[in-house]
């Protein structure tokens, strides 16, 4: 069955300090996948897509096979961070489905 | 203004009656979706349509029932045979193609007592 796993519900660091908000998932085939984020009173929103290769506001992944992991990292946290994380995978052929983790809730302290 | 809207943004309705949440996208896109937010447990999928006058069930359909009779809305009608209606209730659609991406809605929160 297809799974996302988000360990932590919570994340605390400090401002500065290194950030990486694990994912694993279980798929067998190869997946998309990707990492949303919800700030306080704003809308879900796409943060970054593996397949782009990209870095959005200093926040990068990467998709380890091997591991089936895609953990989401930062090297320097700012406040503005803040927010809901969810991690999700989308299979192939199911209609655009999203399977999404639990979501984890990073809070970068002043 | 293009994007997806939900309306109301908070409802509250008595245990025993049916409730439609409204959602309306002018994005066109073809897929729509309906997901439940629950503290802990993510987003879970209850109803998706891929194109108009055709839908299908998601992972927690019980208790939910859609239509999607025009491209731009899909409303979604809890019943009362839903035993937890409570609930932040997220509508989206997407786009297709390479860079594949789903849009958002504001939400409606439900309080049903």
Known sequence: ?110 | DGGITQSPKYLFRKEGQNVTLSCEQNLNHDAMYWYRQDPGQGLRLIYYSQIVNDFQKGDIAEGYSVSREKKESFPLTVTSAQKNPTAFYLCASSSSGALYEQYFGPGTRLTVT
């Open chain 1, 1 to 110: 069955a297809q799974r996302v796993t988000q360990p932590e519900k919570l994340l605390s660091v400090f401002k500065g300090a290194p950030v990486e908000l694990k994912c694993n998932y279980s798929y067998s085939g190869s997946p998309e996948l990707f990492w949303y984020v919800q700030y306080s009173r704003q809308r879900l929103q796409l943060l970054l897509r593996h397949i782009s290769r990209e870095s959005i506001k200093g926040f990068t992944a990467d998709l380890n096979k091997g591991e089936t992991s895609f953990h989401l990292k930062k090297p320097f946290a700012q406040e503005e961070d803040s927010a809901m994380y969810y991690c999700a995978l989308k299979a192939p052929n199911q209609g655009g489905k999203l399977i999404f983790g639990q979501g984890t809730e990073l809070s970068v302290k002043p």
